[in-house]
């Protein structure tokens, strides 16, 4: 693998095939993932590479490593894609039946499943609002969505998900606007306007907190 590697125009591994690739020597120094249950491990025996454990496929340079098995099915078309271009990449999406593009940074997680719950009350409001990103979303409006008083409604979504109605939607914001940032084709402030912050500087702020980078550096690293 080492030969292979140094030989190679370009590496990449699915899954805990990550590990491999840092055994080898090819991660050293790069940003790799790999599956959430195996990310620490991976941290953990190999500190010259930095694990970004919330994400479907990573790309450093000539190497790529994605998370589970299934996203090895969203770094084929970024592959072909890379290679081919773009037509190409939306050619084998539709035959695999996948989206053309999920963008690599895009969690293994969703927001919306961490705030809902099996027996909740709120998992079909909280869907909705994620389809409504780009309008205002106040407690107002949630609550009578829901048919409840404002008051009420806070208290027992906050109960219920361990969230304010605020606190809940700006994941769900960040989370579309991420998978969008790390896309192609749209503006920053479109991207802003799109999912519900309006103030590309408002996004910008959200993005630091929630992921220690602002929007156009999340950019730059998932284009490679």
Do not use: N
Not at 15 to 44: K, N, P, S, V, Y
Not at 51 to 59: A, C, G, T, Y
Not at 155 to 166: K, Y
Not at 195 to 208: K, N, S, V
């Amino acid at each position: 693998m080492r030969a292979a590697g140094a030989a190679a125009r370009r590496a990449a591994s699915v899954c805990t095939g990550a590990f491999l690739l840092a055994a080898a020597g090819l991660l050293d120094g790069r940003r790799a993932t790999t599956h959430w249950r195996f990310a620490a491990e991976l941290a953990r025996r190999y500190p010259r590479l930095r694990v970004e454990p919330d994400h479907i496929f990573v790309r450093d340079g000539p190497v790529w490593s994605s998370a589970g098995i299934t996203a090895g099915i969203d770094l084929a078309p970024a592959l072909i894609g890379d290679d081919l271009g773009d037509d190409a990449a939306k050619r084998a999406a539709r035959h695999l039946v996948v989206h053309h593009r999920r963008p690599g940074g895009q969690s293994q997680f969703s927001a919306l499943l961490e705030l809902d719950r099996s027996d909740g009350r709120f998992g079909a409001l909280l869907a909705r609002a994620r389809e409504h990103l780009a309008e205002p979303l106040p407690v107002e409006r949630l609550a009578a969505r829901a048919a409840m008083s404002p008051r009420h409604f806070a208290r027992a979504f906050a109960a219920e998900t361990g969230a304010t109605p605020a606190r809940a939607i700006e994941p769900l914001r960040l989370e579309a606007a991420r998978a969008r940032v790390e896309g192609r084709g749209e503006t920053i402030e479109e991207i802003a306007a799109a999912t519900g912050f309006r103030d590309p500087e408002r996004m910008r702020r959200a993005f630091i907190r929630a992921f220690g980078q602002p929007p156009q550096a999340l950019r730059r690293a998932a284009r490679g």
